[in-house]
DNA sequence: ACAGAAAACAGGAATGATTACTGTTTTTAA
DNA sequence: TTAAAAACAGTAATCATTCCTGTTTTCTGT
């Protein structure tokens, strides 16, 4: 259904995502590859990440700055986004909600939960 | 600092912000204003919002169709995304998370924290 | 109440992330 | 090997949001 199953463009745009832990936006994947792959199409990145959030191996995590940032681990975490150097950073778990199962009592569907904390990073209130 | 304190047309976008809870886009507020303020500007409805939001009198809630919902509760609490009908929900209250302490702790600074559900509401799924 | 000065505004142009389109290249499957 | 299917490059289009400029509203001191 979601196509052929390899493509090397495809899979290097995987592997720079699941790569870092950095939270890119598409543009920064873009980035990283052109020079490996000269005739990267940004087009192409952004059609592989919306393919890959089908499938279930990325997870939009936040807007920052007018950009999406995405993750490649998909397991239940929360993050936090620094608003001073637009740095996302993993968490380690996420709580655990009783919201969710009060949801679902209620005919609620959940099929995925963004918990994410805004403010300033270590980093930047020191400097 | 923030300028004069008060403008019709300003107070006009806070109260229908205020006064509704579809967690609206700046073109809903808009267009819910645009026949009883025939020369209202949608430039002027999205630089309200920015104004309100450094003011605290608004929070973004979630971005829904590449739209920003917004809510004029700024009190804490979770919310619900339909992923069917797009609706955003208010959810009672949001859980107290162990992970604040321990990012105070740390040396991050929480000024705001999103938790926001995503799946089917009731009634699409009952539909 | 009146007159600048400051802020807010309308209207339209600009920006910038993301998506769509078209002709070409790569991958697949037989 | 070869034709069909999918993916791609490159570029144009879309659309939410922001910016700009000249005008209008609000404020503040008299």
Redesign the interface.
Known sequence: MTGHNFSSKREAIFKTIASTKSHPSAKWVYEQLKDEIPNLSLGTVYRNIALFKEQGRVIAVA?VDGEERIDADVTDH?H?VC?CCNGVYD?V???Q????KE?SQ?????????????????KC??N
Chains 1, 2 share one sequence.
């Open positions: 807007n929360a936090f608003e968490l778990s996420s709580e909600s009783p919201l969710e949801l209620n005919g609620f569907e959940i099929t995925r939960k963004n918990v994410v904390f805004y403010g300033i990073c270590q209130s020191t």
